[in-house]
């Protein structure tokens, strides 16, 4: 039951084989294994899960049960969850209890899904491995050496160990696909405003998203169909149809056109994974679909640019933690502006305060134009490009990550080489496309490679056929990290 | 006089609206500390900001009473600065795309018109409020107010000192609530004043350099800080000083302003568009419905009352001073069909002097235009005079009541028949043999001095229309 997909997950509800209070409990047992090694979670409320899932039980009793009734899923804890702690990694809000749901979390609810716990993450969301947590790194289920990803990487890696069937993640350059990437599991970014920022933790508005992380693209496409949809509180929301994400997962693939771009088949990338990818697109290519050589020249400005635009974004979402109405305040100051200081300088980390400062500086008076509104230039370009390249292919693919998972501590002292190994997942952002990276094989260390499918502005449909067309075909979704057997 | 002073005023119109610039809490004043703060007003994590349209309407419905440009897309930015009682740590205003731009207040001044140019108008929220009193060494927070939309309206630098000043103030004032976008109340803050102030030799052309002087909650102290400010530059220069470009704040009970930041400290609020909200878009059609909606507007109102009920400027711009004053007046000439310029003098006159009596808005005043109608038409008729009509006048403030009843209950009816007034006239003229005599001798002063018996004989009652006329045809 642990290793199951939502789909037969929820037949096995439906035909009461479980019930939804058996199964919550078999992830929360697995949790408890599995947690104080992987540390994937940060809060987990057994009793607050069970509740949830006897609701959900007494909901299908009642003959109102969707796909999603009774089936746990874990969320990042980004995501506010009313009376439950809501840390977003930080030391901030390490007591932060907040008293309203975020927009997903009450579509989830509403779908009857059961909130498993909230899994760690880096602080605010800003990292690439999950070790700038102030709860501690997470341990990638396939290595516990390595880091799982980030900044969902706490979402990942539950999936991947199969503590929880799906789970909730945010991706502002790559948060979603990136540990997806390194965890062995699949993860969606979808386009930008597809899903509501209300309720989520902002860390740089104009670039984050929701998405799914579950461990296949129909999982993803289950999910997606609950937490896409239009959300009067969120100004950036889009109000368009809804749509049925799940009706084209039998999509033709003859015909389709998959879009090379040469800077992401270049240098600094792995073998094990230009090899895993390459074969990836042999194999759509063997299903009749066409290749497409691009060029996409400005790939290379894309992480200068992001490493503006979102921290300056972020000096400013990240004013609120002041310490005067909520979260932490320091013990002991002189004045209020010695308040502040400290307040900020005890409970940010490392890496929030640095992107904080940068953020600052790039917005200051006499660096605005240099920096911020070159950055915006550098995006428009960037989506320029991509739009000229969606007038000739359906979809493009590239690896998610130029590497995969490395060890815990190894770019620690380095943020440039950290911030380029977001080289590819970055660009889509930028342009607010859809882009989703699922597993494509393994490297000679045996960790999985992530294989992204980026398209057009809602062309989520396309994208999650197209990835499970390849997973109908492959195995490398199923494969359970050895470290964390059943 | 060497100096000219040259004034550009800011102001904050809070707007008339139910909730908040950005969340759906209620704006409404004087509630108890932070129960009209939501989770966007006091900045929960998470939480988004959602352009309330309302003021967005309004913002629109005063570009366009101004004259101004509507840009069809301007841009809400982020104000970045800490503050206790700035709970997001940022404003959220309009910098370099602001939704009105330009446009025009004219405003008269001891008969004269002017003409104030603004720069723009721009719409964001307000702050909340640090409460240092009653702490015991602690600031308390209260968050009712952070959120409330405000348009911040800028005027270009073209007033020339402190009444010039005021009368653009009080214009702009009387216009924004006119056109029902801001309440007006100062003594909440809902309409509040900062001036720029600077002097230079008359004749040049460069300004010189200016001082914002803040606190200005009233039209008088407006006036007072401005003339305090400019003496004290004049001063200040003419000893060989220098002005230094500062935030002075006005101490009404010193009458004197100091300063509170200089330039130096001035901080860098780092502005840039807010991600959290798009640009916002203005359709022709939007802009269409609200000009459609608009109410004649002040200036074209007055020109109106001079050209269609012959009134004078003086009593055409008293009479449209505000909204219902002009709404009273001209429900008063309809009601009475008497003339105008009668409705005129006794609304600027008694009515006037009994609201300003007793501080009441022309909107509560216990006198309707029914009612004053009713009594202007017995004056116009003839029942009574001039000077009863004023006693009945105080009667109907006080006690209300119906006029022709008022009048018989005070024996106020003033004598119009024939008969009566010819007794009266033919005694009068009996005891009055020299004064007659004078009269015949060709002094028309004793005609005067005639009527004045007539009417002291009838206790003021009498016609005096009446009583000249029978009075004349008796003396041939």
Redesign the interface.
Known sequence: MLDATLAELSAALAAKRVSSVELTGAFLDRVRKLNPDLNAFITVDRERSLAQARAADAKRAHGDAGPLTGIPVALKDIYCTKGQRTTCGSRMLEHFISPYDAHVVEQLERAGAVALGKCNMDEFAMGSSNENSYFGPVRNPWDRRRVPGGSSGGSAAAVAARMAPAATGTDTGGSVRQPAAFSGVCGLRPTYGLVSRYGLIAFASSLDQAGPIARSAADLALLLNVMAGFDARDSTSLDRPKEDYTENLEMRMGGLRIGLPAEYFGEGIEPGVRMAVEAAVAWFEAQGARRVELELSRTKLAVPAYYVIAPAEASSNLARFDGVRYGYRAKEYSDLVDMYCRTRAEAFGAEVKQRILVGTYVLSHGYYDAYYLQAQKVRRLIAQDFSLAFEKCDVILGPTAPTTAFEIGAKAGDPVQMYLGDIFTIPAALAGLPALSIPCGFDEKGLPVGLQLMGEHFSEATLLGAAHRYQQATEWHKRIPKETPL | MVWEVVVGIETHAQLATASKMFSGASTAFGAAPNTQAS?VD??????????NLAAIEHAIRFGLAVRGTINRRSIFA?K?Y?Y?DL????QISQYESPIVQGGKLTFQLDGREHIARLTRAHLEEDAGKSLHEDFHGMTG?DLNRAGTPLLEIVSEPDLRGAKEAVGYARALHALVMWIGVCDGNMQEGSFRCDANVSVRRRGESVLGTRCEIKNLNSFRFMERAIEFEAKRQIELTEDGGKVVQETRLYDPDRDETRSMRTKEDAQ?Y???P?????PLVISEQMIHDIEAAMPELPDARRERFIREYALTPYDAGLLTVSRTAADYYEALVKASGVEPKLCANWQTGELSAALNREERDIAASPVSPPMLAGLLKRVTDGTVSGKAAKQVFEVMWKLGGVVDEIIEREGLRQVSDAGAIEKLVDAVLAANERLVGDYRAGKDKAFNALVGQVMKASKGKANPVQAAEALRRKLG
């Open positions: 989770a006091i900045a929960l994590p998470g939480v988004l900001p959602v352009a982020r970045n800490f206790p709970p997001k740590g940022y927070i860098d780092r502005y840039f807010d991600p959290d909200l798009l």
